[in-house]
């Protein structure tokens, strides 16, 4: 079922089709609370209220022209503004095809800078997603670039992926951010481990070996995960090294295990909550039915009347 899900998510004939339906456009709602970043920022305050922070991303994937990426950069140039001025702790993430890499690279390089020194300025901070392997090693080298002159920026990292271990160590003389995710896409066994047993073990070792590798140094890690009995798992088994529950971030998305988001903050760890928006929802809304089924029982449901 996943990978008919993920299939589903690159089908361009269904992305044109299925989200004009209303019972689609309902189910999304339960993981993203509305198109425009006002509803976002909205979802934000009872997160804001109980300590928890916000990082938002608006949904889109590979652009076809230059122009498009130009107008997608100017809109997270004017979002770090409006969650300033909404009094909100927010920090923003994108992807680096919504800001044209397929089309130039040194074109997206430029919109990240632009929008990390921005971000900076306003006292937060540009994370950066990661996609189908297909672009990892480019969006690696982008960060690698960034961060020699942007240092309130971080990369997301896939522990389904076989190179990732090395990525780490190639990434840590930067003091680099990053936050760890299982990874989102259907990739090839020659690329990403299937069984996810191994994915699991991979997820934790590599978070314990980075966060007790730093040896003083700034480490900023981050764990993308509904999966609490891994995350409980990494904070014992660093808290010998001297790493509380606050030594690392908790980031989950909108809707999804909330009650556990608020279990967490009040048992001692950070906690961040990554909003999505936007009218461009339809792959992303794949994912997250690729990722449990019983979501698509929920979407279904929103057939009834
Ligand atoms: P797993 O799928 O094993 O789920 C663990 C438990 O969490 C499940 O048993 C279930 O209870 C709950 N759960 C998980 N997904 C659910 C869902 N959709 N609906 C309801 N319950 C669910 N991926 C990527 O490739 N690139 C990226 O840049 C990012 N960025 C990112 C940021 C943040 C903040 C998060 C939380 C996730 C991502 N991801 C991502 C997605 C990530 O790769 C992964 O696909 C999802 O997080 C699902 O995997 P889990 O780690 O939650 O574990």
């Given at each position: 079922m996943?990978?008919?899900?993920?299939?589903?998510?690159?089908?361009?004939?269904?992305?044109?089709?299925?989200?004009?339906?209303?019972?689609?456009?309902?189910?999304?709602r339960r993981?993203?609370?509305?198109?425009?970043?006002?509803?976002?920022?909205?979802?934000?305050?009872?997160?804001?209220?109980?300590?928890?922070?916000?990082?938002?991303?608006?949904?889109?994937?590979?652009?076809?022209?230059?122009?498009?990426?130009?107008?997608?950069?100017?809109?997270?140039?004017?979002?770090?503004?409006?969650?300033?001025?909404?009094?909100?702790?927010?920090?923003?993430?994108?992807?680096?095809?919504?800001?044209?890499?397929?089309?130039?690279?040194?074109?997206?390089?430029?919109?990240?800078?632009?929008?990390?020194?921005?971000?900076?300025?306003?006292?937060?901070?540009?994370?950066?997603?990661?996609?189908?392997?297909?672009?990892?090693?480019?969006?690696?080298?982008?960060?690698?670039?960034?961060?020699?002159?942007?240092?309130?920026?971080?990369?997301?990292l896939?522990?389904?992926?076989?190179?990732?271990?090395?990525?780490f160590?190639?990434?840590?003389?930067?003091?680099?951010?990053?936050?760890?995710?299982?990874?989102?896409?259907?990739?090839?066994?020659?690329?990403?481990?299937?069984?996810?047993?191994?994915?699991?073990?991979?997820?934790?070792?590599?978070?314990?070996?980075?966060?007790?590798?730093?040896?003083?140094?700034?480490?900023?890690?981050?764990?993308?995960?509904?999966?609490?009995?891994?995350?409980?798992?990494?904070?014992?088994?660093?808290?010998?090294?001297?790493?509380?529950?606050?030594?690392?971030?908790?980031?989950?998305?909108?809707?999804?295990?909330?009650?556990?988001?608020?279990?967490?903050?009040?048992?001692?760890y950070?906690?961040?909550?990554?909003?999505?928006?936007?009218?461009?929802?339809?792959?992303?809304?794949?994912?997250?039915?690729?990722?449990r089924?019983?979501?698509?029982?929920?979407?279904?449901?929103?057939?009834?009347p």
């Amino acid at each position: 079922m996943r990978r008919v899900f993920l299939w589903a998510a690159r089908n361009r004939w269904l992305r044109e089709r299925l989200p004009r339906f209303r019972f689609m456009r309902r189910a999304v709602r339960r993981f993203m609370p509305g198109e425009t970043l006002e509803d976002a920022l909205a979802a934000a305050l009872p997160l804001q209220a109980a300590g928890i922070e916000t990082m938002y991303t608006r949904l889109g994937e590979n652009l076809q022209r230059v122009e498009e990426a130009e107008e997608v950069a100017a809109h997270y140039l004017a979002a770090i503004d409006k969650i300033v001025a909404a009094g909100i702790t927010g920090e923003i993430s994108v992807k680096p095809t919504q800001l044209g890499l397929d089309l130039d690279p040194e074109i997206c390089l430029d919109h990240l800078v632009r929008i990390a020194a921005h971000a900076a300025a306003a006292g937060t901070y540009l994370w950066i997603d990661m996609e189908g392997s297909a672009y990892t090693e480019a969006t690696i080298v982008l960060y690698e670039r960034l961060r020699a002159t942007q240092p309130r920026t971080g990369i997301c990292l896939q522990a389904y992926l076989r190179r990732t271990a090395v990525d780490f160590e190639r990434l840590r003389p930067l003091d680099p951010a990053i936050r760890l995710v299982k990874g989102a896409y259907d990739e090839k066994e020659s690329v990403a481990f299937r069984d996810r047993r191994n994915v699991d073990s991979n997820f934790v070792g590599l978070s314990v070996a980075f966060l007790l590798g730093g040896h003083g140094r700034p480490i900023l890690l981050s764990l993308g995960t509904h999966d609490v009995t891994l995350i409980e798992q990494i904070a014992e088994q660093v808290r010998p090294g001297g790493i509380g529950r606050d030594g690392f971030e908790v980031a989950m998305l909108y809707g999804i295990r909330t009650d556990e988001q608020f279990r967490l903050k009040k048992a001692g760890y950070r906690v961040q909550t990554l909003i999505a928006y936007g009218e461009y929802w339809y792959p992303w809304y794949m994912r997250r039915l690729a990722e449990r089924p019983a979501n698509v029982w929920f979407a279904l449901r929103q057939m009834l009347p």
